[in-house]
Nanobody
Framework: QVQLVESGGGLVQAGGSLRLSCAAS????????MGWYRQTPGKQRELVVA???????NYADYVKGRFTISRDNAKSTVYLQMNSLKPEDTAVYYC???????????????WGQGTQVTVSS
């Protein structure tokens, strides 16, 4: 099985910083992309940022210049450095990975359990 384990959420004041981590483990053959999504009550889950196997990134406009995605390929881990946090960044953040499982030819989307980020004003 494949598992995504997230950590790093918490409570911070506006203008503060947090770093989220997401580690993929299991029978992984290759990872096509990894990224972060977020969701608040009453809203659909939305993309924050994603990174492909080639290193190409896709940031949502509302986080450009404040958030940075990075990765450690050897550990199959992706990070989200969040700076200059705003109250509107408050949400549950979910890690996503599109990957190939060993012994299978098809790729699948996998999701972490989510980690709460709360930004106070």
């Amino acid at each position: 099985q494949v598992q995504l384990v997230e950590s790093g959420g918490g409570l911070v004041q506006a203008g503060g910083s947090l770093r989220l981590s997401c580690a993929a483990s299991g029978s992984i053959f290759s990872i096509n992309s990894m990224g972060w999504y977020r969701q608040t009550p009453g809203k659909q889950r939305e993309l924050v940022v994603a990174i492909t196997s080639s290193g190409r990134t896709n940031y949502a406009d509302y986080v450009k210049g404040r958030f940075t995605i990075s990765r450690d390929n050897a550990k199959s881990t992706v990070y989200l450095q969040m700076n200059s946090l705003k109250p509107e960044d408050t949400a549950v953040y979910y890690c996503n990975a599109n990957l190939h499982v060993r012994m299978l030819s098809v790729s699948y989307d996998y999701w972490g359990q989510g980690t709460q980020v709360t930004v106070s004003s």
